[in-house]
């Protein structure tokens, strides 16, 4: 069982910067495929970036593709997305999920986060 808990969230003005973490219980979490996943008011859940164990591979979304960076520290357990040029597009619940292969379909991930609000006023 794997506990990951977000933080980092909260409100920034359009073009604005926030850099999310997302920290895991286990020590075992770098056999883990780590994964950003955000859901916006009304909409279903869609994928945002993921990384491979070591950071060796990482896959975005094309909406966010040069605006948002994904990265890991093994040795603190800690997954994080940098997220710069904020859109008001952008506001959603952001969710880290942990996966034993490197995909971008959220029903693939066996442990998600609670989740951090992340709101981009225009």
């Known amino acids: 069982q794997v506990q990951l808990v977000e933080s980092g969230g909260g409100l920034v003005q359009a073009g604005g910067s926030l850099r999310l973490a997302c920290l895991a219980s286990?020590?075992?979490?770098?056999?883990?495929?780590m994964g950003w996943f955000r859901q916006a008011p009304g909409k279903e859940r869609e994928f945002v970036a993921t990384i491979s164990w070591y950071g060796g591979n990482t896959y975005y979304a094309d909406f966010v593709k040069g605006r948002f960076t994904i990265s890991r520290d093994n040795a603190k357990n800690t997954v994080f997305l940098q997220m710069n040029s904020l859109k008001a597009e952008d506001t959603a619940i952001y969710y880290c999920?942990?996966?034993?292969?490197?995909?971008?379909?959220?029903?693939?991930?066996?442990?998600w986060g609670q989740g951090t609000q992340v709101t981009v006023s225009s």
């Open positions: 999920a942990a996966a034993s292969v490197l995909t971008v379909v959220a029903a693939s991930y066996d442990y």
């Open positions: 286990q020590r075992t979490f770098s056999n883990y495929f």
